[in-house]
Every structure is written in structure tokens, then in C-alpha cells.
């Protein structure tokens, strides 16, 4: 009985929260749209009086729509798809420059706030640095004359940010016939926006399939021709796994990793999202406290309950376009499928340390706010950019007790500004600097480093291994994949986030 009014309980909180959500929703729609006019019904929804079609229902909308009036869809998660490809025109006319911040690069250090003369134009938000203020900022530029991960750029004509990423149309297609990009790889980060991604690639991909009844058990038969194969089970993976379960296609989902793994490369207890979520196949999903760890717990109880096939510690090897579909090479053997749809991630496959205790849930492959650490043993691994830039915004101010771990003399390959930072940083007793040395073993509460055939070991509570790895766009160029540089508006949705 006790139980039964715990889960009572637990519904009725969670119902509350959904319809507050849901209401809020209403109202943003009702908000997008202006009182109607005499005038035709569809023309009521567009702010300059230009149409365009749905990219989810192709049903006529207002240019400066927010949500489609038909199908309700956001139409900001098609603002990096939709952006114009960058092309630069010798001599034009420029602006006042404006700092541009990359979130996907911002560490959260807080550098460029300490540089900036000007009172209040960049301040913290969501352990990310934002211009605030765009009217105080004079264009000194001392921010991004600091940034320790050169996530900051002066920018003109309305402070466009500049982002690489694959040409994919509005039904999440590449220029390559039947190869599909969802989630953060297509310019998006956000969980939620990925989530709807994964649903909606795949209702594109139930139409082009066109089965009429729902396919039989997954076989073993590496010659079967399937409807779709899924490459990454995060948030965008995983959903699109989910709707062709939903929709009885016969599919195969495969991952480098565990499931999540791009979540679980975020700090421990990082605030991932504070809204409910439909997830296909299991309904709605609130996460009380939306951190990390509550979200993966969340997501591991979806694969049991609903059966949606994954295989995990499988890595995708080549998409080879052949007569019928795609035959995908993996670690563990060929596929063969129509369509493939690519929800990797922006991180790629980081190099593994191949220490004992690689394992353990400290160790990450990236760093994404270094503001999320403080009082911590920190062991940063690596020689390049990434690890120099890591280990110089976790040291800045004593934050944490920080150790840099490289096997080689020298940081040749790191830019000369990251090679100084990492000099004064060293100078000022902010970290410690273990060159000629390597990782032998990573423990609960310590490392094994070895250098001149000596161990030692270095109490630890985190470790980054930032020591390079395939970067998606290797992979997307290998398939054919076309990536371009697009200018977004900073006034919609970040891409990366």
C-alpha cells in the first residue's frame, strides 16, 4: 500500500509538471501568433507576409514563425539546416566588431570577464561567458586576446558566428541519397531539440521504406538488407532506435560505447535539462533534477522497458554506398541497410590511455565547464591544445590541485599562446607539470604516473584524457558527406550548447 502511494504520488507531481509545461508551450504559440486579420488564414501566421512550407509537414507557414501552426513544430531546430552557406564578399561594408563566443569551445573559466575594461559587458550564464551587455563593449578585444581556448572571435554585420558543419537538408538528408544526420553532428546540442530530431528523421524514413507490416525479430544474417541502421544511441540515436521499434521497421542500432556515452562525458552532476520531453515508445519523460547522473538513470530504464535494440561497444568503421543501400564495416562485422542514420556526436572517438581503471566514471574524454570543478586532485593528460587549454582553466586561481601529464620534452604541437599560458601557469605554482611521463594506472583515489622508470603515485579525484582522436568530419568526408561553413544569428538558438 505504501508503495502504491509513493508511485500515486510520484504521477501526480509529474502530471502537475507536464501540464505547467504544456500550458506554457500554449501560451509561447499563442504569443508567435499576431490577432487575426482579413486576410487569408495562412498569411495570419507570417510577421512580413512571406510563406514557406513546414519542414515537417510541408503545410504553408509565416517566414517569422515560431512553432508551425499546423503540425506544431519548433522551427528553430532547423535554424542551422535553413542558414546560408558563408561566402564572404570581398569589401563589404562592415560594422561596429562584437565578441563572439563559441559555447562549444567556452570552458567557463572566466578569463575574458577578468580582461574586458568594461564593467558588465560579459557576465556568467550557465557556466558559459555571454555578452550581456552588447552596448558597452567597446571592441577592445582583450577578451579573446585571453581566452585560453580561443572560443572567442570579433565578428561584423550583426555579430554572425561561424560554425562548420554537414549540408543537410530539412529532412535531415546528406547530399549522399539515404544518409541521414541527426543531433549535435548536424549543428544542435541541445538534448531536447536531438530527441525530436531522432523522431522526426525517422517518420521520413518510414514513408521512403513504405512497409506494410512490421518486420520479424532481428536476425543475425549480415546479408539481410534492413530498413534503417542507427550509428550512436544518445539522446538523437537512441529516439530515432526507439521510433523504428515504434513503427516495427526492421533496424539496427550500433555504438562505440555504452548508451548515452555523450552524457556521460559531461561532469558529475552537470544540470542537463529542466523540461518535460516525449520520448517515442515510452512517453513522457521528467527528470525531477535534470542532472546527469538522474538523466542517464532515466535512459537506461527506457532501453529495458521498452526492448529497443542497441548494440553497444561496436565501432562503425566506413558507410560504403553500394547498388541496393549502404554496406556499414563495423569492429565486429559488415551491414547491410537502405538507409543510415548518423547520430555520433561532435566528439567523435577519442584515443584511449588502454590503463587498468580506464573505466572508472572520473575519467572523461573532454572538458566541458571547468567552473563545475573546484577543490579537486586533477590529473590532465595529454600534449596538445586541448589538454593545455583544460589544465590552464581548471588551475586559474588555485581553483583546483591540477597535474599535467605529457610523455614527451616539449609541447611542440600546441599553439605558442597555449605553450605560454601553460609556462606562467607552471611559474606561478598554479599546476604541476609532469613531462617525460605516462599513465600506468588510474585508481578510485589515485593515479600511477611513470617517469625516468620510476612510479608514482598522484592522489586523484578526476582525469581528462585529452590525447586526440578521430574527429567526425574525417568520417563524414570518407562517406561523401559535404561539410560547409554557415553564419548563424546569434539571436536564435546557440548551435552547439
Known amino acids: ?23 506554457k508551450l500554449t501560451g509561447a504559440k499563442k504569443a508567435a501568433r499576431p490577432a487575426p486579420v482579413a486576410a487569408p488564414v495562412a498569411a495570419s501566421f507570417a510577421g512580413t507576409g512571406k510563406m514557406r512550407p513546414c519542414p515537417r509537414c510541408a503545410k504553408p507557414i509565416g517566414e517569422a514563425s515560431a512553432f508551425c501552426s499546423h503540425c506544431g513544430a519548433a522551427l528553430a531546430m532547423w535554424s542551422v539546416h535553413r542558414a546560408a552557406v558563408n561566402t564572404p564578399v570581398a569589401g563589404a561594408a562592415k560594422g561596429k566588431p562584437k565578441p563572439v563566443i563559441n ?3 567556452c570552458i567557463g573559466c572566466g578569463s575574458c570577464i577578468e580582461a574586458c575594461p568594461e564593467t558588465g559587458a560579459l557576465e556568467m550564464a550557465g557556466g558559459k561567458a555571454i555578452l550581456s551587455h552588447p552596448e558597452r563593449c567597446t571592441g577592445h578585444a582583450k577578451c579573446a586576446e585571453v581566452c585560453p581556448t580561443q572560443g572567442i572571435l570579433y565578428s561584423y554585420d550583426g555579430a554572425l558566428q561561424t560554425v562548420r558543419v554537414p549540408m543537410v537538408k530539412d529532412n535531415f538528408e546528406t547530399n549522399v541519397a539515404g544518409l541521414f544526420i541527426v543531433g549535435e553532428l548536424g549543428g544542435m546540442g ?11 528523421v525517422m517518420d521520413h524514413v518510414k514513408k521512403r521504406v513504405g512497409r506494410a507490416e512490421p518486420a520479424a525479430a532481428e536476425g543475425s544474417d549480415p546479408e539481410t538488407l534492413r530498413d534503417v541502421l542507427i550509428v550512436g544511441a544518445g539522446p538523437a540515436g537512441l529516439s530515432a532506435a526507439l521510433t523504428a521499434h515504434q513503427y516495427g521497421l526492421d533496424y539496427v542500432a550500433i555504438e562505440q560505447g555504452e548508451i548515452a556515452s555523450t552524457i556521460r562525458h559531461y561532469p558529475r552532476h552537470k544540470f542537463l535539462m529542466a523540461e518535460p520531453l516525449q520520448i517515442p515508445l515510452y512517453g513522457p519523460l521528467y527528470v525531477s533534477d535534470g542532472t546527469k547522473e538522474a538523466l542517464l538513470a532515466v535512459w537506461e530504464t ?5 526492448g529497443v535494440r542497441v548494440r553497444t561497444n561496436e565501432r562503425v568503421e ?3 554506398r553500394d547498388g541496393s543501400g549502404f554496406v556499414v564495416a563495423t569492429s565486429k562485422g559488415n551491414y547491410r541497410a537502405k538507409n543510415v542514420i548518423l547520430a555520433l556526436g561532435r566528439r567523435g572517438t577519442p584515443r584511449m590511455l588502454g590503463v587498468p581503471g580506464e573505466e572508472l566514471g572520473k575519467v572523461a574524454y573532454s572538458l ?17 591544445d586541448s589538454a593545455l587549454e583544460a589544465a590552464v582553466g581548471l588551475s586559474k586561481h588555485k581553483r583546483n590541485q591540477v597535474t599535467l601529464s605529457y610523455r614527451g620534452g616539449s609541447f611542440e604541437r600546441a599553439r605558442e599562446r597555449n605553450r605560454k599560458f601553460i609556462a ?16 600506468k594506472e588510474i585508481r578510485a583515489d589515485a593515479v600511477v604516473l611513470e617517469a625516468a622508470g620510476q612510479a ?4 586523484n579525484d578526476y582525469v581528462f584524457a585529452l590525447i586526440g582522436g578521430v574527429s567526425p568530419e574525417e568520417f563524414l568526408q570518407k562517406t561523401g558527406v559535404e561539410i560547409v561553413e554557415k553564419a548563424l544569428a546569434m539571436a536564435g538558438e546557440p548551435a552547439f550548447s
Open 1 to 23: 500500500m505504501e508503495t502504491f502511494l509513493t508511485v500515486l504520488f510520484a504521477s501526480a507531481v509529474t502530471f502537475l509538471f507536464v501540464r505547467g509545461y504544456l500550458k
Open 103 to 105: 559555447a562549444s569551445l
Open 190 to 200: 541541445l538534448i531536447k531539440t536531438a530527441v525530436n530530431e531522432g523522431k522526426l
Open 302 to 306: 527506457i532501453v529495458s522497458n521498452t
Open 318 to 320: 566506413n558507410v560504403k
Open 368 to 384: 566541458i565547464e571547468a567552473e563545475s570543478y573546484a577543490g579537486k586532485k586533477i590529473l590532465v593528460v595529454g600534449g596538445g
Open 424 to 439: 606562467e601557469a607552471e611559474a606561478q605554482g598554479l599546476l604541476t607539470v609532469r613531462r617525460n611521463s605516462q599513465v
Open 456 to 459: 608514482m603515485e598522484v592522489p
